[in-house]
């Protein structure tokens, strides 16, 4: 399961790095929130910082498209309010980037969800300015790394797909892909696998599993026989156009 090992590596680093990094912000120990973004391309970057007890304990980063109309403001007056209408702990402060509209309803709004006073502050000067000039300098690297993958995803599916269209003699590249696999247990409980790719991405609501019905014993051509074969009556009921390469 490389996906979600790959997923928790990715979570125990980030752990690694934040007890490694965790920087005292606030002399006070006081418990905060701060937001800050960037923009570009129609899409935005927001980025938001823990603070508790004067450290920072972690952050989280959104991605918001068709922004390019909006003020830098408008993005974060739409993301807290999003954000903090399901946010399980809201802090008495919360620091932004930049002055938003209707400060004062949304500072209501938060202080009638926490039963305490919720302030709403841009900082101007000091440790608190330098603390969003650093998120707003981690959502643009975000930013920008989001981009370069995307365009690294596109030039790798690209080039696949032309690939496997060269190497299968194709007239066009393969768009939707299917393999197949057989797995048994000491010629028992013998199953089928599906794995679906579009347009070079994985599509896993097509996956499907086959139990195999008709062979005896550990004869792995003969499953692979009886799944390829009810793929293909599946496939001319839905008048689907199938080749095989093995």
């Avoid at 973004?37 to 980025?47: E, H, I, P, R």
């Avoid at 080039?159 to 299917?178: D, G, H, K, V, Y």
């Amino acid at each position: 399961d490389f996906e979600s090992a790959a997923s928790f590596r990715d979570r125990i680093n980030s752990v690694s790095m934040l007890s490694q990094k965790q920087k005292i912000v606030s002399a006070t120990g006081s418990d905060c929130d701060a937001v800050a973004m960037y923009s570009a391309n129609d899409t935005s970057c927001v980025v938001i910082f823990f603070v508790r007890s004067g450290k920072i304990v972690g952050e989280e980063h959104y991605f918001l498209s068709g922004t390019d109309d909006l003020s830098g403001g408008e993005v974060i007056s739409d993301f807290i309010s999003q954000y903090y209408e399901t946010c399980s702990f809201i802090p008495n402060q919360i620091y932004l980037q930049y002055e938003i509209e209707e400060t004062e309803l949304i500072e209501s709004w938060l202080s009638s969800k926490t039963g305490r006073q919720v302030r709403i502050s841009v900082p101007k000067i000091g440790d608190k300015l330098k603390l969003i000039n650093m998120i707003a300098a981690n959502a643009k690297k975000q930013h920008s790394e989001r981009e370069l993958k995307i365009m690294r995803d596109i030039s790798f599916k690209d080039n696949a797909l032309s690939e496997l269209q060269r190497l299968t003699s194709l007239e066009n590249p393969p768009m939707n892909i299917e393999a197949y696999d057989i797995s048994n247990l000491s010629g028992k409980a013998k199953v089928g696998a599906m794995v679906t790719y579009t347009n070079g991405k994985p599509n896993r609501d097509k996956y499907r599993n086959f139990k195999i019905k008709y062979v005896v014993g550990q004869d792995d051509y003969a499953c692979m026989k009886e799944v390829i074969s009810r793929r293909i009556e599946r496939g001319l009921l839905e008048a689907d156009r199938i080749t095989f390469y093995c």
